[in-house]
């Protein structure tokens, strides 16, 4: 858009001015009107200077921006022009002599528009630079200053501010220009209500109106936030000067164009020499869109544009043979000034049109308004010329084509101009609005519907008709991809190709001008036009275009465009820039198969490559294009085989940049191009042993029947190992000149063989090579040589199969391989380094190896982990790993196992020793084994266990423990050696070259022994010894004679009996030996909770046989003592510890430790809290016909005085005496005693008596206490005292009288049986 003025092209703002930052004054010759009224001198050292200066810089920023920057965020945006300190606006010119014009009228003959001209540039310039819609006056309160020496009081401080003021606003009031004033205060919190009272001072003393028109900014306070505030208050008020404006210009227009509208603008006649009334039109009407777009109205903008643009169309249309109007001659003439203008104002209005379209989100009517622009004016005489010998280069779309099948240099140049100019507005609403491209997007819910298109469009308001549009426009033009609005880049395609249609035509009118005589304006044209770069304009087009598409990351498009630039540089002889496009589009072509336009790339490689004189990229593109992938006719790849070798023979001259002797060598690297051959190696095994053969296969494969065109010779084929005593160099056969390639039968030597299809298959046996020295690009080397047919022609693998033996370990691969042609010019050598890679066109082939045994056909042996690598060793010394120990191990036991080392070999070995075994701890120190197990380790790493002499075997004691859980676990052992050398130190720890040799074998675990446990609440208490007191018969006896009834004291502490029954069951694997056997208590968590044990019966463990298959019972007493006022609690009773071993007849090794210890966990047992506890004591021998006395102790367990309510129910059985029915009061921690004499009836087992109690201030349910006793008969006298079934069969019994003592719980339903000994008479 450089081509017009910007002040036709920019879109405009609201202008303001800023006076008062700084205290520049106006030149002495300048012809502004000035200020008359004194100006205070700034105060440089005042705090408020630097608050100017962030002013001035937010100005100054705010200016870079545009109308896009702030896109819907524009309230209080402003373009801002900075007076200076004495400047004043300019004043109307008050004149009421219709003779005096404005200086850039068409009627004032010193108006650079006399006499015919439309409009100036320099009215917008006058609006956007001298003229705003609003000044800002900033100016500084007054404050004391110590190092003024002027004297100045604050009384003619503030007189001078206000006359400043006063003319100021005078001034402005003039033009309608609203005046806005701004003191900068150095504000102090004290001097708030001084300020207030100077602020006011000013607004009344200046006439100022009480709102929007004065503000203060204080020192201290953000001066951006406050101004940008400011702003937006002020900006409807200021707008309103536009409106005013408006209509000052409406009123001229009635002046100059007759407002009825009887008379056409056409038919009016106005004085020869003058603007025309359409003129006229076009004059005011503009002036209006200028106006209204400075308002941001944007509508009205766009309407009065478009009046503007149908007032041109009709005065390039004018036409005196028309019947229609009055004219004797046309409104404008052609090539004339008028003309000339009158295109250029058509062409900026509809730059215009567009960008405000885009800038109202309604892209489909710009790009309308863009189209009719082209098609209308595409048709002035000068864009039209009947040429037979033009035609268009580039396929443009139909709007862009010229009228006829011709064109001339000026349409081309002036559609280059319209197309720049609407590539350029794509581009900003791309990147300013976020305009999603192509436009519209592609819906279907509309592309069905029959709609009328012209009556929904007049229907709709403008908010809903962008989405309207977008449907409408679709149903219209969804065949042509073109009439869709594509991105920015698609237009600067466009803009290079009519820049190349205006190159085509200047090329055509160069050439008629040696046919005929040209013109005065062909030549003038032409004379023009020869000083025009066209290449360089297409290549700058061409970058734009490239960078929009590269920011659509549209790599497809940058490849085109690359190929363009790169055909631009072609035209300009400048081939080298051209050869690194055309590389770098290669490139990409290359590693994305893109084969066909590759070919085309690399022909103008080729081409650039021989006019710079590259013989290096000539040669390798040549090569490249022999490959059968390349997009060529059988003739062509005739003519590159024959260029090539000729190139390379010197048959063909050519001359080069570089020295010659450079270029001897020429290295092409296979990899990097398509190759028209590929190479594999493989061999047939990955490891072998030193003077073991090992075969390898070196397969060439042609990868096309089109490739090479004609058999092709290689001079050298160079097989480079990573070892060079392995290099092998073949060279070919100069006497074999072979050109059937018919099959051929050679022995072990050579064989051909041609498939139905055409493939040919050729064997090489290269086994027998001879050591030679070969001349290389580094010297003269040893090769391993031999002769063979190193020929190729197209469709074929040629195999050739070696062999490797060696004395020595070594890891061998082959890291590249050469074919060379020699010449006396120059040497290529393809070279190929990645052999791994699949080229041919048959990968199964690739996976194959040949196997060829004399006449018989050959083999393909499939085989995918053939690679090409092999590694040579030694052979690996033997040794035996062996192990001896017991067949089952045990949980909780240290089990010793011996490692036995065999060195099989005749030479000593140095061996380190690994052992790990699943989930256990493993040592090989016996002191280790009796320290705790967190101490032992879970493997045993490199133990050096030193020299094993040849033929000799070491034995090492391995122990391990299984704490964990039954089962296999894997024994893993893991032997490194070396063969030991005498003089060499052994190292600490094995280096990754030793030898291995790994064993494994499973270990099972069990169990010694089964343990099971049961704990069984105890109602009768059993004594402890020396810790409760036995209930014997006499003291029981003195108690009753007392009384029948006693309040006794109760303890805080609750103690209660459980037996605890072990059995043990010994296993069926071998004896073992128990030491003892112990609970191991746990100390509560509960404070209040004591644990004690006693063993029930004297058990010697070390005595029993245990023999396998044992089971032996094992009871312990346990007393649990706790706090009355606890509640429910769960106790961990702790483990029980056996000590154990093998018995020696059953274990191989003895071991350094005793006994082993296993830990069995006990049961939980839980304690209620009772309110309410009762206790029963019973003699133990009850017989018939005899009185005995059943005593009852009932406790109160809480820290409440509870009612107690007791009742004895009578019994058949039994005749009793005592309280039948009491109730009492129990206190706290205290036990009542209630004593019954009960005379049994009969014998058996009798059911005493039921005591039912219930408690009348608890919720306790009733407590029925009731038991059995056995009754007999008194027995006979010879009758002997039974014994009590337990292990401590040496107790003596008992013949004093004893009571047995019940404690019956709460919930207890059953009855209590009681076993009662008969007495002896």
């Given amino acids: 858009m450089e081509n017009y003025p910007l002040e036709y092209i920019y879109q405009q703002v609201p202008v303001i001015a800023v006076v008062g930052l700084t205290n520049t004054l106006l030149n002495e010759n300048s012809t502004e009107p000035r200020l008359q009224s004194q100006i205070l001198e700034?105060?440089?050292?005042?705090?408020?200077?630097?608050?100017?200066?962030?002013?001035?810089?937010?100005?100054?920023?705010?200016?870079?921006?545009?109308?896009?920057?702030?896109?819907?965020?524009?309230?209080?945006?402003?373009?801002?022009?900075?007076?200076?300190?004495?400047?004043?606006?300019?004043?109307?010119?008050?004149?009421?002599?219709?003779?005096?014009?404005?200086?850039?009228?068409p009627l004032n003959p010193n108006s650079p528009l006399y006499p015919k001209g439309i409009m100036s540039s320099l009215w917008i310039q006058k609006y956007t630079s001298q003229i705003p819609c609003t000044m800002i006056l900033f100016t500084d309160m007054f404050e004391y200053n110590v190092n003024d020496q002027s004297g100045m009081q604050e009384k003619d401080y503030d007189k001078i501010i206000t006359n400043e003021i006063i003319e100021r606003k005078k001034n402005c009031q003039e033009r309608g220009i609203k005046l806005i004033v701004i003191v900068l205060i150095k504000y102090n919190e004290t001097e708030l209500s001084r300020i207030d009272e100077k602020v006011n001072f000013y607004r009344k003393t200046c006439g100022l109106d009480a709102k929007n028109t004065i503000f203060v900014i204080p020192y201290g306070s953000n001066p951006?936030?406050?101004?940008?505030?400011?702003?937006?208050?002020?900006?409807?008020?200021?707008?309103?000067?536009?409106?005013?404006?408006?209509?000052?210009?409406?009123?001229?227009?009635?002046?100059?164009?007759?407002?009825?509208?009887?008379?056409?603008?056409?038919?009016?006649?106005?004085?020869?020499?003058?603007?025309?009334?359409?003129?006229?039109?076009?004059?005011?009407?503009l002036k209006s869109g200028f106006i209204a777009e400075f308002r941001q109205d944007m509508d009205i903008a766009i309407k009065n544009y478009e009046n503007a643009y149908l007032e041109l169309r009709n005065m390039f249309d004018s036409n005196p043979t028309n019947s229609n109007n009055n004219l004797t001659k046309p409104i404008l003439d052609q090539n004339s000034k008028e003309w000339d203008e009158a295109k250029m104002l058509a062409d900026c209005i509809n730059i215009k049109i567009c960008q405000l379209y885009l800038y109202k989100e309604q892209p489909l009517s710009a790009f309308s308004q863009f189209q009719t622009h082209i098609q209308k004016y595409k048709t002035l005489p000068e864009h039209i010329k009947d040429n037979s010998?033009?035609?268009?280069?580039?396929?443009?779309?139909?709007?862009?084509?010229?009228?006829?099948?011709?064109?001339?240099?000026?349409?081309?140049?002036?559609?280059?101009?319209?197309?720049?100019?609407?590539?350029?507005?794509?581009?900003?609403?791309?990147?300013?609005?976020?305009?999603?491209?192509?436009?519209?997007?592609?819906?279907?819910?509309?592309?069905?519907?029959?709609?009328?298109?012209?009556?929904?469009?007049?229907?709709?308001?403008?908010?809903?008709?962008?989405?309207?549009?977008?449907?409408?426009?679709?149903?219209?033009?969804?065949?042509?991809?073109?009439?869709?609005?594509?991105?920015?880049?698609?237009?600067?395609?466009?803009?290079?190709?009519?820049?190349?249609?205006?190159?085509?035509?200047?090329?055509?009118?160069?050439?008629?001008?040696?046919?005929?005589?040209?013109?005065?304006?062909?030549?003038?044209?032409?004379?023009?036009?020869?000083?025009?770069?066209?290449?360089?304009?297409?290549?700058?087009?061409?970058?734009?275009?490239?960078?929009?598409?590269?920011?659509?990351?549209?790599?497809?498009?940058?490849?085109?465009?690359?190929?363009?630039?790169?055909?631009?540089?072609e035209e300009m002889n400048n081939y080298e820039i051209a050869l690194k496009f055309y590389d770098r589009i290669s490139k990409t072509y290359r590693n994305e198969n893109w084969n066909v336009l590759l070919t085309d790339i690399l022909k103008l490689i080729v081409k650039c490559s021989k006019e710079t004189h590259s013989y290096q990229i000539l040669i390798e593109s040549l090569v490249e294009l022999l490959s059968g992938d390349m997009a060529l006719e059988f003739s062509e790849r005739i003519e590159i085989q024959d260029e090539l070798l000729g190139l390379i023979s010197g048959t063909i001259p050519f001359q080069m940049n570089e020295d010659p002797l450079n270029n001897r060598n020429i290295h092409i690297k296979l990899n990097n191009i398509n190759s028209f051959v590929s190479c594999k190696v493989k061999f047939n095994k990955s490891e072998t042993l030193i003077n073991t053969p090992a075969k390898f296969q070196l397969s060439l494969n042609t990868n096309n029947i089109k490739s090479p065109a004609k058999p092709l010779k290689f001079s050298k084929l160079l097989i480079n190992f990573n070892d060079p005593n392995f290099n092998i160099c073949l060279y070919n056969n100069e006497e074999i000149n072979d050109t059937t390639f018919e099959s051929v039968k050679d022995g072990e030597n050579f064989r051909r063989i041609k498939s139905k299809n055409g493939v040919i298959t050729e064997w090489i046996?290269?086994?027998?090579?001879?050591?030679?020295?070969?001349?290389?690009?580094?010297?003269?080397?040893?090769?391993?040589?031999?002769?063979?047919?190193?020929?190729?022609?197209?469709?074929?693998?040629?195999?050739?199969?070696?062999?490797?033996?060696?004395?020595?370990?070594?890891?061998?691969?082959?890291?590249?391989?050469?074919?060379?042609?020699?010449?006396?010019?120059?040497?290529?050598?393809?070279?190929?380094?990645?052999?791994?890679q699949e080229y041919s066109i048959c990968n199964n082939r690739e996976s194959t190896w040949i196997e060829v045994i004399g006449d018989e056909p050959e083999r393909l042996i499939p085989n995918e982990n053939i690679k090409n690598e092999l590694t040579i060793i030694k052979r690996q010394p033997e040794i035996k790993i062996s192990t001896k120990h017991d067949q089952t191990a045990f949980i909780d036991e240290v089990f010793p196992l011996e490692l036995e080392i065999s060195n099989?070999?005749?030479?000593?070995?140095?061996?380190?020793?690994?052992?790990?075994?699943?989930?256990?701890?493993?040592?090989?120190?016996?002191n280790e084994i009796n320290q705790p197990i967190e101490q032992m380790k879970e493997t045993?790493?490199?133990?050096?266990?030193?020299?094993?002499?040849?033929?000799?075997?070491?034995?090492?004691?391995?122990?391990?423990?299984?704490?964990?859980?039954?089962?296999?676990?894997?024994?893993k052992v893991k032997v490194e050696y070396f063969i030991e050398n005498k003089e060499a130190k052994p190292q600490l720890l094995p280096s990754p070259k030793y030898y291995s040799k790994s064993y494994e074998e499973m270990i099972e675990f069990k169990i010694a022994f089964e343990i099971s446990t049961n704990v069984i609440f105890q109602n009768q208490y059993q004594p402890f010894e020396q810790e409760e007191p036995i209930y014997n018969y006499e003291a029981l006896e003195e108690e009753s004679e007392s009384e029948d009834e006693e309040l006794i004291e109760y303890s805080i502490n609750k103690i209660e009996y459980y037996k605890l029954e072990v059995t043990i069951y010994t296993n069926n694997v071998c004896k073992f030996d128990i030491d003892t056997m112990e609970l191991v208590l746990k100390k509560p968590s509960i404070p209040g909770i004591t644990i004690s044990y006693s063993i029930l019966g004297n058990v010697d463990f070390k005595s029993i046989d245990w023999e396998m298959g044992t089971k032996v019972n094992y009871f312990f007493l346990i007393k649990i003592v706790s706090d009355v006022s606890l509640k429910n609690n769960i106790i961990d009773l702790g483990d029980l510890l056996i000590r154990w071993k093998r018995n020696s007849d059953y274990q191989m090794y003895s071991l350094p430790v005793s006994f082993s210890q296993s830990f069995i966990p006990l049961h939980h047992i839980e304690v209620n809290a009772e309110p309410i506890k009762i206790a029963a004591a019973i003699p133990s021998n009850v017989y018939l016909g005899e009185v005995f006395t059943l005593t009852y102790y009932i406790t109160n367990l809480t820290l409440n005085i509870e009612e107690l309510s007791i009742t004895m129910n009578s019994q058949n059985s039994f005749s009793f005496s005592g309280y039948k029915q009491?109730?009492?009061?129990?206190?706290?921690?205290?036990?009542?005693?209630?004593?019954?004499?009960?005379?049994?009836?009969?014998?058996?087992?009798?059911?005493?008596?039921?005591?039912?109690?219930?408690?009348?201030?608890?919720?306790?349910?009733?407590?029925?206490?009731?038991?059995?006793?056995?009754?007999?008969?008194?027995?006979?006298?010879?009758?002997?005292?039974?014994?009590?079934?337990?292990?401590?069969?040496?107790?003596?019994?008992?013949?004093?009288?004893?009571?047995?003592?019940?404690?019956?719980d709460k919930n207890?339903?059953?009855?209590?049986?009681?076993?009662?000994?008969?007495k002896i008479l």
């Fill in 42 to 105: 700034a105060n440089l050292d005042s705090p408020l200077t630097s608050i100017k200066g962030q002013i001035i810089q937010y100005f100054t920023e705010q200016n870079n921006f545009n109308a896009w920057d702030v896109y819907k965020k524009n309230i209080g945006f402003f373009h801002t022009i900075f007076f200076e300190r004495d400047r004043l606006i300019r004043p109307h010119k008050n004149t009421t002599d219709p003779n005096v014009h404005s200086e850039i009228s």
């Fill in 224 to 285: 951006i936030e406050l101004i940008s505030n400011i702003k937006k208050t002020i900006y409807e008020p200021s707008i309103n000067y536009y409106r005013e404006l408006n209509r000052r210009i409406k009123k001229k227009k009635s002046k100059h164009v007759p407002s009825n509208p009887l008379f056409s603008t056409a038919s009016t006649p106005m004085p020869d020499g003058t603007l025309s009334v359409s003129g006229w039109n076009v004059r005011y009407d």
């Fill in 389 to 569: 010998n033009y035609r268009t280069v580039n396929r443009v779309p139909h709007y862009i084509k010229p009228s006829s099948s011709n064109g001339t240099v000026q349409y081309w140049a002036w559609a280059t101009i319209q197309m720049k100019a609407f590539s350029e507005l794509i581009e900003l609403a791309q990147h300013k609005l976020g305009l999603a491209l192509p436009y519209p997007t592609l819906s279907y819910k509309n592309i069905n519907n029959g709609i009328n298109t012209n009556s929904l469009l007049h229907s709709y308001s403008n908010s809903s008709l962008a989405e309207l549009e977008n449907d409408l426009y679709i149903q219209k033009n969804i065949t042509d991809p073109n009439m869709f609005i594509q991105q920015a880049g698609y237009y600067y395609i466009l803009t290079s190709q009519c820049v190349e249609e205006r190159w085509n035509c200047y090329k055509i009118l160069q050439k008629e001008g040696t046919e005929r005589e040209l013109t005065e304006q062909e030549k003038k044209v032409l004379n023009n036009e020869s000083q025009f770069d066209y290449a360089s304009l297409i290549i700058d087009i061409l970058k734009k275009a490239y960078e929009q598409f590269k920011n659509q990351k549209n790599g497809r498009m940058t490849l085109y465009l690359a190929r363009n630039i790169a055909k631009m540089y």
């Fill in 765 to 836: 046996n290269i086994r027998d090579l001879k050591r030679d020295t070969v001349k290389t690009n580094f010297g003269s080397e040893d090769f391993l040589c031999k002769t063979v047919n190193l020929s190729l022609c197209s469709n074929m693998r040629k195999v050739f199969e070696g062999e490797i033996n060696t004395d020595t370990p070594i890891d061998l691969k082959v890291v590249s391989v050469s074919l060379i042609i020699e010449s006396a010019v120059s040497n290529l050598i393809l070279t190929t380094d990645d052999l791994e």
């Fill in 904 to 926: 099989i070999e005749s030479e000593n070995i140095h061996a380190y020793l690994s052992v790990i075994c699943t989930d256990c701890i493993i040592s090989d120190n016996t």
């Fill in 940 to 971: 045993l790493e490199y133990i050096n266990i030193g020299t094993i002499e040849g033929g000799q075997s070491i034995k090492k004691m391995i122990y391990i423990f299984n704490s964990n859980d039954i089962g296999n676990k894997e024994l």
């Fill in 1222 to 1304: 009491t109730t009492f009061d129990l206190l706290p921690l205290s036990t009542h005693i209630l004593h019954y004499n009960l005379y049994p009836l009969t014998v058996g087992h009798l059911k005493l008596p039921e005591l039912n109690i219930q408690c009348k201030t608890q919720s306790i349910n009733p407590k029925i206490c009731s038991t059995k006793l056995m009754i007999t008969q008194q027995p006979h006298p010879q009758s002997s005292l039974s014994r009590s079934n337990t292990y401590d069969d040496n107790a003596p019994s008992s013949t004093s009288p004893t009571f047995s003592i019940y404690s019956i």
């Fill in 1308 to 1318: 207890q339903s059953q009855s209590l049986f009681v076993f009662v000994k008969p």
